[in-house]
């Protein structure tokens, strides 16, 4: 039987487009598309500008083991300690995560989705600590979020065009192999992964996808290897992007903006209606 979270609460509103949440330093963290900064907020909900991120839609954000800041678009890009952006690596990319090894992970594609190019499968690279990169994956249904369990044996991709999560074993050299569904019939964007490998991701039974109006708006779920859903919140709006954190790890963040059409997104975007929620979730996050 699947469980429903309680409802959540407002954390911040008044945003363009909100994606790529993490929680690190005690604080939120997410990428502001469409106004290009990277934002902190605490669990009072004061929020702050902590670097300038590409003024462009598909970017995320995360940290080298040493603590500076990159965020990928373009190119990867790195913040030195004193604030300096530095070309990290010159090939860029969407989702952006790191394991434990320190293996940089970078997904991306290469059509024009916002131009409305013909769809085509995309990759995912292993960025070096010189910037050098090969791909390690490829075939992947638009490249979304990206975790790794908190063992640091398998990676897990969002493929929003095939709605389902894929999962690979992760070798010693950062190479990715076995290639498997983790689960599938979901809505995936941004995912997160809690301390017992559970992934909560978006679902398909949303009035955007189902076409129904009575359905709701967003719906998150968590989801075990092999589909089993134990989890469950709705929002009020589309839910583009998850991460748990707080002070002890067992907050859920729903990163929510309105969607009326990759057309629509500068419309979306001024009206500044994008919001932040946070519940509690059963099972604390893996960091």
Do not use: K
């Amino acid at each position: 039987m699947v469980e429903y979270l309680p409802p959540p609460r407002t954390l911040l509103s008044g945003l363009a487009m909100v994606e790529s949440a993490r929680w690190h330093d005690g604080r939120l963290w997410f990428a502001h598309w469409g106004v290009g900064e990277v934002v902190a907020v605490d669990m009072d909900g004061n929020a702050e500008v902590m670097a300038a991120g590409p003024p462009r839609m598909g970017w995320s954000l995360d940290w080298l083991p040493d603590g500076r800041l990159v965020t990928t678009g373009p190119e990867v890009t790195r913040r030195e300690p004193d604030g300096t952006p530095v070309t990290h690596c010159e090939q860029g990319g969407n989702e952006i995560v790191l394991d434990p090894r320190g293996h940089m992970y970078v997904n991306g594609f290469d059509f024009d989705f916002l131009g409305g190019g013909a769809p085509e499968p995309g990759w995912i690279n292993l960025v070096a600590a010189d910037g050098s990169y090969r791909q390690v994956a490829d075939g992947i249904e638009f490249p979304n979020g990206m975790v790794v369990t908190p063992d640091g044996s398998t990676l897990v991709v969002a493929e929003s065009f095939a709605g389902r999560l894929s999962a690979f074993d992760i070798r010693e050299d950062g190479a990715l192999t076995g290639r498997r569904v983790w689960a599938q019939d979901l809505g995936p964007d941004g995912i997160c992964v809690d301390a017992e490998s559970a992934i909560w991701t978006q679902t398909a039974d949303t009035a955007a996808h189902a076409g129904d109006p009575d359905a709701p708006a967003g719906a998150c779920v968590r989801v075990l290897d092999g589909g089993r859903i134990t989890h469950r919140i709705e929002t009020e709006l589309p839910c583009f992007a998850v991460t748990l954190g707080g002070p002890e790890g067992r907050h859920l963040f729903l990163l929510c903006n309105e969607f009326e059409g990759v057309d629509q997104l500068q419309a979306v975007q001024s009206r500044r209606s994008a919001r932040i929620l946070v519940t509690e979730a059963p099972v604390p996050g893996a960091n």
